[in-house]
């Protein structure tokens, strides 16, 4: 895996833990701030949902899979895109920094994932020409 896209996965993989950390054990502190209002149980959800993502995470940087390595980029920009725009779907409706603040993160990281996904196709192109 390239090196951007490796940093790219230790940058979810600390954002996802700090914001499981927060959703579990100080969930006001998200949860006041946005459109949503403050619901304890289910931001815990939000943090386990978080904490149950961590060890594939973990997985695809320590055991290199082109095939999985893939399937785990597809989901996140799928998932990164959803909830982005739900983001922005509730900063639109209420302006608060909060959903600001993950409209930009998740769009951003979709757009790196890409980048990342780009970068590794062309690398395994390149490796196969080299070979042929």
């Known amino acids: 895996m ?12 600390l954002a996802m ?3 499981a950390l927060i959703q579990l054990f100080r ?12 619901a304890p149980y289910w931001q ?10 961590l060890p594939l995470l973990i997985a695809v940087n320590i055991k290199y899979d ?8 597809l989901a996140l920009i799928l998932g ?5 725009t739900n983001h922005l ?15 930009v993160e998740n ?8 980048i990342g996904w780009v970068l590794e196709y062309r690398t395994r192109q390149k490796s196969s020409a080299e070979a042929a």
Do not use: C, D, H
Not at 66 to 73: A, C, D, I
Not at 107 to 114: D, F, K, M, P
């Open 44 to 53: 815990r959800e939000i943090g386990f949902w978080n904490l149950a993502i």
């Open 89 to 103: 779907i509730g900063y639109l409706a209420k302006i608060n920094q909060a959903n600001l603040l993950g409209w």
């Open 17 to 19: 833990l700090g914001a």
């Open 27 to 38: 969930p006001q502190l998200l949860g006041t701030e946005s459109v949503y209002g403050l």
């Open 2 to 13: 390239n090196k951007f896209l490796r940093f790219t996965f230790i940058l979810l993989i």
């Open 107 to 114: 769009y951003l990281l979709v757009g790196l994932w890409i």
């Open 66 to 73: 082109w095939f999985y390595l893939r399937m785990t980029l």
């Open 80 to 84: 990164g895109l959803g909830f982005g």
